[in-house]
T-cell receptor, first 114, second 111 residues
Framework: DAGVTQSPTHLIKTRGQQVTLRCSPK?????VSWYQQALGQGPQFIFQ???????QRGNFPDRFSGHQFPNYSSELNVNALLLGDSALYLC?????????????FGNGTRLTVT | TQLLEQSPQFLSIQEGENLTVYCNSS?????LQWYRQEPGEGPVLLVT?????EVKKLKRLTFQFGDARKDSSLHITAAQPGDTGLYLC???????????FGQGTRLTINP
């Protein structure tokens, strides 16, 4: 049973460019959440997708956008990259939208912006 | 503003010692989860506590949720090198879908 898979594992981009990160949830999970983890910090919530709609959003600018597909997989898009966007981007899947539904995390995409 | 404060941020102890990690907030959480994260991997859920005062044990790890559901602790007995990692607490606020994470406690157990 595959867990949460993310691609790519590493990515290097230049300031001003755009990036798309991908996530396939754990089998049986229908909700995908995205988190940004800066070096030495805990993950910060970006947004959550359920039934192909953004259900809740954290304190991130509109440069961060996402999408969920009918098969529950998801994409995170970041436009006009800044140096400060360099971080580990984690995708987590769960069942339903309950706050205490356990999250299953992927191993993340390490984004470096130069 | 950090909603959840973890302490200590770094802890390095010898194998066999006991330790406690704290997770504190001024906010009330409907549930609180503890995760462990290894280098190059995503966080892995250890436990979820829901009821104020709840205590859960996972082998040598004991988790407690504060009576007022504003704080939590993780106690490890007879720490082993395999316990090394980043320990994260994360709280869920009633009505919200997101988890709020603390900044983590980086634990190193020396043989």
């Amino acid at each position: 049973d595959a867990g949460v898979t993310q691609s790519p594992t590493h990515l290097i981009k230049t300031r001003g460019q755009q990036v798309t990160l991908r996530c396939s949830p754990k089998s049986g999970h229908d909700t995908v959440s995205w988190y940004q983890q800066a070096l030495g910090q805990g993950p910060q919530f970006i947004f959550q997708y359920y039934e192909e709609e953004e259900r809740q959003r954290g304190n991130f600018p509109d440069r961060f956008s996402g999408h969920q597909f009918p098969n529950y997989s998801s994409e995170l898009n970041v436009n006009a990259l800044l140096l400060g966007d360099s971080a580990l981007y984690l995708c987590a899947s769960s069942i339903g939208r309950r706050g205490y539904s356990p999250l299953h995390f992927g191993n993340g995409t390490r984004l470096t912006v130069t | 503003t950090q909603l959840l404060e973890q302490s200590p941020q770094f802890l390095s102890i010898q194998e066999g010692e006991n330790l406690t990690v704290y997770c504190n907030s001024s906010s009330v959480f409907s549930s609180l989860q503890w995760y462990r994260q290894e280098p190059g991997e995503g966080p892995v859920l250890l436990v979820t506590v829901v009821t104020g005062g709840e205590v859960k044990k996972l082998k040598r790890l004991t988790f407690q949720f504060g009576d007022a559901r504003k704080d939590s602790s993780l106690h490890i007995t007879a720490a082993q090198p395999g316990d090394t990692g980043l320990y994260l607490c994360a709280g869920s606020i009633q009505g919200a879908q997101k988890l709020v994470f603390g900044q983590g406690t980086r634990l190193t157990i020396n043989p």
